[in-house]
């Protein structure tokens, strides 16, 4: 919205522009001379006209020596009150003035302002009507509106100017057609996606409460229900059969903004696009949609208690058959008042890297799962998608309370839990090994023997549940043909918070691609790692490297290989084994021999008694100097 509104006052010489202003500023019809041209007027906000700082009027000369003056204020201006007071003067107005605007470049709306209205009423001059008014603001698309004035008698000043803020702040042309006679395709699009939000039982009716809840939120007022009945019966009368006892439905609502406009109420279409966070030009605020959200270092976002129940409730909202799943239409639907889907869910080939049920529709598990791992990798695209969906919160944080933040962590090494509820695991391991197929078998899917290699990165994430009852979201991830530029990317490290070192056990040549890997990236010796035997329900075959498996893990003090198969249902036990090493990170790195002994309990200790003893010999010594 214009914080500055400049009006640039312009026409023909005689037709009055001075004395409008005048009138205005002064509220009375100055009789006496006045100057040709006026000093520029600046006022304070006008009533009814919110957040816009300043008015300033600009008088202006159509004298020829004057045209320099006049092309450098209106280039200056944001609206122009274009003033007439007879049929010469108006026919100069499409004649001479538009094009004359055009030609300098200047788009701006325009007001048509018959002046001298005192004169037509008593017969001493014949005066333009608004109904003639109407061919010329078809012609010419900048001129918003018309009106008839009188200086003399004060008529429609204080309105003229009101109109003339107006069409800077709150704009007609993105809104509506006068051609056409209807609303534009951005600001239809833009109301659906209201009419959408408001709908909070997504039934596509607005019922009494959700019409008055809407009404309290754009214009701080509930609505009369003889005002509610009127409405609905003049939309009636245009769309039968988009008023029933449901409610009004979306076609219904599109027809009251579109009354708004006719009837010159476009600011009430404003009041409610403003709301919802749109902008002039019909896009969502910037700041709405990516709110200033840093996540330092070592840290990761994650959804916040809110933000889980937002998600919950808008799955089930959409799951209107009620069978635990969203399917492409309600997927459609969910998505409406959003660009689609995420593109990062496209790129990871949403929704098989999630939960779904046997109907291959996504779980309310796997949704959840699903803006975990969204987060956690890009957080700002679920602050951008919340603003979408119609996130709300109670206090000022905007959708950014939908989110939190994790406490750093720096030392994977130290004893101790990591204060994650989503963590992230690397699976690495030679062609073929079964990486896909555990991928596959975390998401409960059935076992395939058709082999696929995996070219791009490809995600995993389901919820697992730890000992002790504790939840966590767990994100396997794949790297295909990417793996060496990720494996030398360090920001891509940090971001990770296990490793899992898969080989076949059944094909001697697997396990010597982990050790390859490890001596030629000797900074995933910094990350945790669990090493695993995939295949274990085939013949074990002896690896062909200098060490064999269990020999090599032992020489790193670490755990021997996990030996499991996909097909066995024990496999569940290796994803909570992975989530407990992830977030209890020390627990997956090599083990000292002997463990150094801690001195700090004893030098506290120590410390403690010899204060102790210090207090009592001062006591004393104070109490014997006392006594003598």
């Not at 005048?22 to 006496?32: G, L, Q, R």
């Not at 004169?119 to 001493?124: D, I, Q, R, V, Y």
């Not at 790195?589 to 200790?605: G, Q, R, T």
Request: charged share 25%.
């Amino acid at each position: 919205m214009a914080t500055v509104v400049r009006i640039c006052v312009c026409g023909d010489e005689g037709v009055g522009k001075s004395s409008i202003i005048t009138s205005f500023v002064k509220n009375v019809f100055v009789t006496a001379k006045i100057q040709s041209v006026l000093p520029q007027v600046t006022l304070p906000p006008m009533p009814g006209i919110p957040d816009a700082a300043t008015t300033t009027i600009v008088d202006t000369s159509a004298l020829a020596h004057e045209r320099e003056t006049l092309r450098k204020e209106l280039r200056k201006s944001n609206v122009i009150l274009l003033v007439f007071s007879d049929y010469y003067s108006f026919e100069r107005v499409s004649l001479f003035w538009m094009p004359f605007f055009r030609s300098l470049g200047v788009n701006v709306p325009v007001i048509l302002c018959a002046s001298k209205g005192d004169l037509a009423s008593n017969g001493t001059m014949a005066q333009v009507s608004i109904e003639e008014m109407l061919p010329v603001m078809n012609e010419f698309k900048e001129v918003d509106a018309g009106i008839r004035t009188s200086a003399k008698e004060h008529n429609n000043i204080v309105q003229a100017l009101f109109m003339c803020v107006k069409a800077v702040t709150d704009p007609i042309a993105p809104l509506y057609d006068s051609k056409e006679n209807a609303l534009k395709p951005a600001a239809i699009s833009a109301l659906k996606r209201v009419f959408h939000l408001c709908d909070k039982d997504k039934d596509g009716y607005w019922n009494d409460e959700e019409i008055t809840d809407f009404q309290i939120k754009c214009f701080e007022k509930p609505i009369l229900e003889a005002e509610l009945l009127t409405i609905k019966r003049s939309i009636a009368s245009v769309l039968p059969g988009s008023v029933s006892d449901k409610g009004i439905d979306e076609k219904a609502f599109l027809q009251l903004n579109t009354f708004y406009a006719v009837n010159g109420r476009h600011e009430s279409i404003w009041m409610i696009l403003r709301k919802f966070h749109y902008t002039d030009s019909l896009s969502l605020r910037e700041a709405f949609l990516r709110p200033k959200f840093d996540v330092p270092q070592f840290s990761s976002a994650e959804l916040s208690p809110s933000g889980y129940r937002f998600f919950v409730d808008l799955f089930l909202k959409f799951d209107k058959d009620n069978d635990g799943g969203l399917n492409d239409k309600e997927l459609a639907n969910l998505f409406a008042p959003a660009p689609g889907v995420p593109p990062s869910w496209i790129d990871s080939a949403f929704p098989s890297c999630t939960v779904r049920n046997e109907r291959g529709h996504i779980t309310l598990q796997g949704w959840l799962a699903q803006w975990s791992m969204t987060t956690f990798e890009q957080p700002k695209t679920t602050l951008e998608y919340l603003a979408y969906l119609g996130f709300e919160s109670g206090d000022r944080g905007g959708t950014a309370s939908a989110l939190k933040v994790t406490k750093a962590r720096k030392r994977r090494n130290k004893p101790g839990r990591v204060e994650r509820n989503v963590v992230k695991c690397y699976v690495l391991g030679s062609r073929g090994s079964g990486k896909s197929t555990l991928l596959s078998a975390f998401l409960q899917r059935p076992f395939s023997h058709t082999y696929h290699p995996t070219i791009k990165p490809q995600s995993a994430v389901n919820s697992v549940e730890l000992k002790g009852g504790k939840q966590c979201y767990l994100i396997l991830e794949e790297l295909g043909e990417l793996e060496p530029a990720i494996l030398e990317n360090q920001a891509k490290l940090d971001s990770c918070d296990l490793l899992c070192y898969t080989y076949d056990s059944s094909d001697p040549d697997s396990f010597a691609h982990i050790v390859e890997l490890r001596k030629r990236y000797p900074n995933l010796d910094k990350l945790p790692a669990v090493y695993t035997a995939l295949k274990a329900d085939q013949d074990k075959a002896m690896q062909r490297c200098d060490q064999q498996p269990d020999e090599y893990t032992s020489a790193l003090n670490m755990a021997a290989p996990l030996h499991v198969s996909t097909t066995w249902s024990s496999i569940s036990e290796l994803f909570v084994h992975l989530a407990e090493c992830a977030t209890y990170p020390s627990t997956a790195f090599p083990k000292s021999d002997e463990e150094p002994w801690d001195n700090m309990n004893l030098y506290l200790a120590l410390g403690a008694v010899v204060s102790t003893i210090a207090s009592v010999v001062f006591i004393w010594k104070r109490n014997s100097s006392a006594s003598t």
